[in-house]
Nanobody, 118 residues
């Protein structure tokens, strides 16, 4: 499956953005999906994940209560609604996919940059 992330941009602290990851090549419902991010000078970190059927949602503690992951398999799309953004959320955000829940993510999108100004 090919993944294309979009929706990043520049936003002030306290603002909101919605990221979209569009899948092509194979049906999205075959995949467990996740969002990751990589801030400048830091390692890539987990943000949120959602299982194939839309269950099994988990968040990193740093975004819990502010971010919401969702998916629309009919639209081949994964979403990340980000509210109450903080400068610490500045990063390149990546969507990822896998077919086996216990395996590492093996399909990655190209990333979309989110910049939160203070």
């Amino acid at each position: 499956v090919q993944l294309q992330a979009s929706g990043g941009g520049l936003v002030q602290a306290g603002g909101s953005l919605r990221l979209t990851c569009t899948a092509s090549g194979r049906t999205l419902r075959d995949y467990h999906m996740g969002w990751f991010r990589q801030a400048p000078g830091k390692e890539r970190e987990f943000v949120a994940r959602i299982a194939r059927g839309g269950i099994g949602i988990q968040y990193a503690d740093s975004v819990k209560g502010r971010f919401t992951i969702s998916r629309d398999n009919a639209k081949q799309s994964l979403y990340l609604q980000m509210n109450s953004l903080e400068p610490e959320d500045t990063a390149v955000y990546y969507c990822a996919a896998k077919t086996v829940l216990s395996a590492p993510y093996d399909q990655w999108g190209q990333g979309t940059l989110v910049t939160v100004s203070s």
